[in-house]
């Protein structure tokens, strides 16, 4: 090839990018239940649309050969079903990503996975996509996946849905079957906020209706998936409402230089414009907008840059710049919808980690409100989340955060729940207003507070937290160094699990939800106790990590001394000193702990007491003597 060849094929690229640089951009996902045909679909539209590439297609062949479920026709699904098991099993577990562009359009498709347990990743793909394809398999119609998917596209903001009515060769091309399954969705989705929702009658196998017209269904006159994908208004949403950059990152390479980077989540700013920092309040106006590529005089969503303020105000890593004339609402108590993904029950009362685009702070469920009956969209009561059950909730963070509600913006709206031990993600939330409640209630600051108190008394307050099975020894060696204590001088008070149940806890039974209640409020009243100056001895099975953790966390630093009672459940049973082991293994004592509820042994208790072989008043020394130490 010559220079000036080559020169021209430079050149033919750089209008190439450009065209490609003007055109719309739609995001969308397929979704709907096991095996209605998401991953074959997208195959289908790539092979259509000629944007597979030789290797590719050989490679696509051979691979149907060996996993297709065609026979030896293509099998399209392979195209985006990449892991192994995947293939195996003829069914999606990730979430695939596509890039594809036609004449008209760019396009990126999220294909989901139909599988109950795999909502979460379902959830994933919604999250950032206009449009959703929701696929029925003709022969099944509208099934409990498919009212689950419509119902999480709605409250993920997607507001345009195509109702992809699938395989409808295997039933010989059926108008009636067609018209039949539209009226079941239509009657289902009608309260769902949907602005648009095309019905398309299609076999995603053999091409028909996906990007030509099929001849075999001269009843319907409605346009083929890609020239609906190609024409569906979607229009920037977010250039036209409020400001917000969460700043990611401090640019500081010299003295003379202090930017925020980050990427625009909504709105446009221009050189010369005032901002406001959410939380603070305090405000500055922007100097000047820096890219890689030089200087800009506006920003827009989604765009990465870098903004200098006029001003030196305090700024950092986690703060949101927004709209003075209107910011977002900063609260510390709001109500939200949430998305439940593990296997292990939202219970309201225990702590998590809330993550948003810009904050991550310690947050409590307060109150489920109901869970969303995904059949008939009823609200329901009920006292905890299953996996892939959507409840609303009332939630509680340890500072405020900034937010605006998910229906205004869904990038500053959203929020991710992140189990504390497992750092696994256990739910999502959107955020539906902030609570207003309590609002005419301060913290009333005492000019005797706890440090006066505890030097009146000679003494360090303390909470020591002991947990470990039924008969373990727990009340016994708890009692013996109050003994010990009250002989040195000190003040003491002892909380003991059953007979705080006579009083303050007396309407709290012993499933789960109440448990978590059980040590929440035990747990306030220590600390009450502890900024009296007191040493507090808690003796509670408190058989949850995640219960224990919430307690300690009300506490300074070394004030929380947890203390394991750490007796074999063998002799524990042997003991039963209670006889409460043998009802429980008879069926007449229900949630016991050890025998039909679990314990979590601590992973790094300050006092680790291994009672077999020493008595209660060794075991109280030996705490004692950590005390003295401490």
Request: charged share 25%; glycine share 6%.
């Amino acid at each position: 090839m010559s220079i000036a060849e080559q020169v021209d094929v430079s050149g033919d690229m750089i209008e190439y990018l450009k065209e490609q640089e003007k055109k719309s951009m739609l995001r969308f996902l397929t979704c709907g239940s096991v095996d209605d045909g998401k991953s074959t679909l997208i195959g289908r539209l790539l092979y259509d649309t000629k944007l597979i590439f030789e290797d590719q297609l050989a490679t696509l062949e051979r691979d149907s050969l060996k996993h297709g479920t065609d026979g030896e026709n293509i099998d399209f699904a392979l195209l985006v079903d990449g892991l192994e098991a995947e293939r195996e099993q003829g069914i999606t577990i990730d979430v695939a990503y596509r890039f594809f562009a036609t004449a008209k359009r760019k396009f990126i498709v999220a294909d989901t996975p139909g599988h109950e347990q795999y909502t979460r990743n379902m959830a994933t793909g919604a999250s950032t996509a206009d449009l959703a394809v929701v696929l029925v398999d003709s022969r099944q119609g509208i099934l409990k996946q498919t009212r689950r998917h419509s119902y999480i596209a709605s409250l993920l903001g997607i507001r345009n849905i195509v109702l992809a009515v699938n395989k409808i060769d295997l039933m010989d091309y059926s108008q009636e079957v067609f018209d039949k399954i539209v009226a079941d969705y239509m009657e289902f989705a009608k309260d769902l906020g949907f602005t648009s929702i095309q019905p398309i009658p299609m076999s995603a196998r053999f091409g028909d209706n996906v990007t030509m017209q099929s001849s075999r269904m001269p009843w319907y006159k409605g346009p083929t998936l890609l020239s609906h994908l190609e024409t569906v208004p979607v229009e920037n949403e977010y250039l036209d409402k409020a400001f917000r950059f969460p700043v990611q990152y401090v640019v500081r390479p010299n003295l003379d230089f202090r930017g925020f980077a980050g990427q625009v989540a909504s709105g446009r700013i221009k050189a010369g414009d005032k901002l406001t920092v959410a939380k603070s309040g305090q405000q500055s106006v922007v100097k000047e907008i820096v890219t890689h590529d030089g200087n800009i005089d506006e920003a827009i969503e989604g765009q990465a840059v870098t903004i200098v303020l006029a001003d030196q105000i305090d700024i950092s890593r986690g703060d949101m710049l927004v709209d003075p004339e209107n910011r977002p609402h900063v609260a510390d108590q709001f109500q939200a919808h949430i998305i439940w993904f593990d296997a292990q029950p939202m219970i309201p009362g225990r702590s998590y980690i809330l993550r948003t685009e810009v904050d991550s702070v310690s947050a409590t469920v307060t109150a489920l409100k109901h869970q969303v009956n995904i059949n008939t969209f009823a609200h329901e009561a009920a006292k905890h989340l299953n996996m892939n059950e959507v409840g609303e909730c009332n939630i509680s963070t340890q500072s405020p955060i900034a937010f605006d509600p998910y229906r205004t913006n869904r990038v500053t709206g959203n929020f991710i729940l992140i189990d504390r031990f497992t750092n696994a993600t256990v739910g999502a939330g959107m955020i539906d207003h902030p609570l207003r409640r309590a609002s005419n209630v301060h913290w009333q600051a005492m000019e005797v507070n706890k440090e006066a108190r505890a030097a009146l008394k000679n003494q360090k307050p303390a909470v020591l937290w002991f947990t470990g099975f039924s008969g373990s020894g727990k009340s016994t060696i708890a009692n013996n160094l109050e003994k010990l204590l009250t002989a040195q001088g000190k003040h003491t008070f002892m909380l003991d699990g059953d007979n705080i149940r006579h009083g303050l806890n007396r309407d709290l039974g012993f499933t789960a939800e109440d448990r978590v209640e059980n040590i929440r409020r035990v747990a306030e009243v220590a600390k009450l106790m502890t900024d009296a100056g007191l040493i507090v001895i808690v003796s509670f099975i408190s058989p949850f990590r995640s219960e224990r953790r919430m307690a300690r966390e009300l506490f300074p630093e070394h004030e929380f001394i947890e203390v394991f009672v750490d007796t074999p459940l063998e002799e524990c049973i042997k003991r039963d000193p209670k006889g409460l082991y043998k009802k429980a293994s008879a069926g007449e004592i229900a949630n016991f702990t050890g025998i039909s509820s679990p314990y979590e042994p601590p992973e790094a208790p300050e006092v680790h007491l291994r009672t077999l072989g020493h008595s209660a008043e060794e075991l109280a020394i030996q705490i004692e003597t950590f005390l003295n130490k401490r």
